[in-house]
């Protein structure tokens, strides 16, 4: 067996900014350290910070006074960071330095009278936080069906979840140009995303398998495996190494593995190293 890592599998910028000003907080934060919400779409590292003391909550009054909220790399919506302060808490804000950029382009573009076009997925919390920068005119995105959402006659602003698919960022806008919309078009679609998926489609033409390690709650994680069985070959989601079964590994002749950006490199490796038990030999040659 041969098996091929890709360079690109693991944490993204982001993710391991936020990590890491959590880390270090929750050895020099005194009071109570909480998430709003999970710091990153993984359980194992979620699990790992709850051992450390930092909690995740689902709102702002579920933190003791004199606490520090963290605002995950997702982002959250205006009103939702207000609150942090009109409770009296301090903030350490991890919001990824993107999502900012696509926060500010869509402030900017609401007080002009634009309606936002985010294409990503409806509920996710990056969407969900984009959406309140949008002051109330906006529709999200997450296939091309939904464009009998988007209104006619007005400006609007397309931008795109960070963490979306490229083809179908560029099909949207494609659909709404031919509609003859004024429009102002941002691609924000992260480059660690865009590398990732091209990755998976080389992974794709030259294994027999391909392997997608991290959280089957991660949107971007999720959508590494949809690639990888879109181009039909056997392709296995899995949070930790246990859950790789011998008998249906073992007859595969060249495997790929890849991981989400919010993968930590330990749960890639463990991955690696039961690949290694069921009798690969690991070239570790990524692309």
Same mark, same amino acid.
């Not at 959280?215 to 590494?224: D, E, K």
């Given at each position: 067996?041969?098996?091929?890592?890709?360079?690109?599998?693991?944490?993204?910028?982001?993710?391991? @900014?936020?990590?890491?000003?959590?880390?270090?907080?929750?050895?020099?934060?005194?009071?109570?350290?909480?998430?709003?919400?999970?710091?990153?779409?993984?359980?194992?590292?979620?699990?790992?910070?709850?051992?450390?003391?930092?909690?995740?909550?689902? *709102?702002?009054?579920?933190?003791?006074?004199?606490?520090?909220?963290?605002? &995950?790399?997702?982002? !959250?919506?205006?009103?939702? @960071?207000?609150?942090?302060?009109?409770?009296?808490?301090?903030?350490?804000?991890?919001?990824?330095?993107?999502?900012?950029?696509?926060?500010?382009?869509?402030?900017?573009?609401?007080?002009?009278?634009?309606?936002?076009?985010?294409?990503?997925?409806?509920?996710?919390?990056?969407?969900?936080?984009?959406?309140?920068?949008?002051?109330? &005119?906006?529709?999200?995105?997450?296939?091309?069906?939904?464009?009998?959402?988007?209104?006619?006659?007005?400006?609007?602003?397309?931008?795109?979840?960070?963490?979306?698919?490229?083809?179908?960022?560029?099909?949207?806008?494609?659909?709404? @140009?031919?509609?003859?919309?004024?429009?102002?078009?941002?691609?924000?679609?992260?480059?660690?995303?865009?590398?990732?998926?091209?990755?998976?489609?080389?992974?794709?033409?030259?294994?027999?398998?391909?392997?997608?390690?991290?959280?089957?709650?991660?949107?971007?994680?999720? @959508?590494?495996?949809?690639?990888?069985?879109? !181009?039909?070959?056997?392709?296995?989601?899995?949070?930790?190494?246990?859950?790789?079964?011998?008998?249906?590994?073992?007859?595969?002749?060249?495997?790929?593995?890849?991981?989400?950006?919010?993968?930590?490199?330990?749960?890639?490796?463990?991955?690696?190293? &039961?690949?290694? *038990?069921?009798?690969?030999?690991?070239?570790?040659?990524?692309?």
């Amino acid at each position: 067996m041969k098996i091929i890592v890709a360079r690109t599998a693991g944490f993204c910028m982001g993710v391991r @900014r936020a990590v890491d000003m959590v880390l270090e907080a929750a050895d020099a934060v005194h009071g109570e350290l909480v998430t709003i919400g999970p710091l990153i779409h993984n359980r194992q590292v979620v699990e790992m910070l709850k051992q450390k003391g930092v909690r995740a909550v689902d *709102d702002v009054s579920q933190v003791a006074p004199g606490g520090t909220v963290v605002v &995950r790399a997702h982002g !959250l919506a205006p009103e939702k @960071r207000q609150a942090i302060d009109a409770a009296g808490l301090a903030c350490l804000d991890a919001t990824c330095p993107l999502v900012v950029r696509i926060q500010e382009i869509l402030s900017r573009h609401a007080a002009k009278g634009y309606t936002a076009v985010i294409v990503g997925d409806k509920g996710h919390a990056e969407v969900v936080g984009l959406l309140g920068h949008a002051e109330g &005119r906006s529709v999200v995105i997450e296939s091309e069906a939904d464009l009998k959402d988007v209104p006619l006659d007005q400006p609007l602003c397309v931008v795109a979840q960070s963490t979306q698919n490229r083809e179908l960022f560029e099909a949207v806008v494609a659909k709404l @140009r031919a509609r003859g919309d004024t429009m102002e078009v941002f691609d924000t679609v992260c480059d660690a995303t865009i590398e990732r998926q091209d990755e998976v489609r080389r992974l794709a033409s030259q294994c027999d398998a391909v392997i997608v390690v991290g959280g089957t709650h991660s949107a971007n994680t999720r @959508r590494l495996a949809g690639i990888a069985r879109g !181009l039909g070959v056997a392709t296995y989601l899995v949070e930790e190494a246990a859950e790789l079964e011998p008998e249906r590994i073992a007859r595969h002749r060249t495997i790929g593995v890849t991981a989400g950006a919010s993968t930590p490199n330990w749960l890639i490796e463990n991955v690696i190293a &039961r690949l290694r *038990d069921i009798g690969g030999v690991d070239e570790r040659c990524g692309h």
